[in-house]
């Protein structure tokens, strides 16, 4: 009931800001979202700033990005906090997936984070993990709706395929023999946690 009156007071019928900076992100979510909403707005487009992440959980970093994006630009606005949960390492690098990549520069180095993920947990016997994204709507007004996904699947080592961004390589869904970075887009589209979230966010505004 209540998801059928919010939806009513807040129809996406023109146009969504797409609040990430990430390009891997924002092409994966365009495809998914193409013809389902008239004009989709890419946070570059938007000339959206980086937005500092001090929140201590996806839903609090989703949320301070999502809400940025609406002041800056009085438009609904979508951002995606993301990744990799490493079970053997209570859930690192999680919230702080991007930044285990990142120098001393802000340059991001994901096989420098890849190599690091694997020494520290090569010498356990558990290399399960998942991949969350928590997504954020949010509207002018302050409403903010969240949604999750989530795909688990095992740590492999040396990385394997050029194919997604970030940890993909090393990455094996559960069922799969290929990492992520060795399935084409579309493979990763049918699987992804990005795109459980996205799809779920279809069903429920689009
Ligand atoms: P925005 O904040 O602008 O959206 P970001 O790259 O900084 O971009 P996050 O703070 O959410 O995004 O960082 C999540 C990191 O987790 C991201 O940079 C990737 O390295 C990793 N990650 C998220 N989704 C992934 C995916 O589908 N495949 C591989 N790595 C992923």
Known sequence: MIDIAIKK???LDDTLIVATLNEGKVKEINQLLKGRVP???SGSEANLDDVEETGVTFHENAALKAVAAVKATGEISLADDSGLAVEALNGDPGIYSARWAEDENGNRDFYKAMD???DK???KDDH???FITVLALAFPDGHIDYIEGRVYGTIVYPPRGDNGFGYDPI?????ETRTIAEMTTDEKQNISHRSKAIKE???KWC
């Open 201 to 203: 966010f279809i069903n």
């Open 171 to 175: 990455f094996q869904p559960d069922g």
């Open 39 to 41: 004009n989709i707005i």
């Open 116 to 118: 690091l993920i694997w």
């Open 121 to 123: 947990i090569k010498d």
């Open 128 to 130: 399960k993990a998942y």
């Open 9 to 11: 007071d807040y129809a």
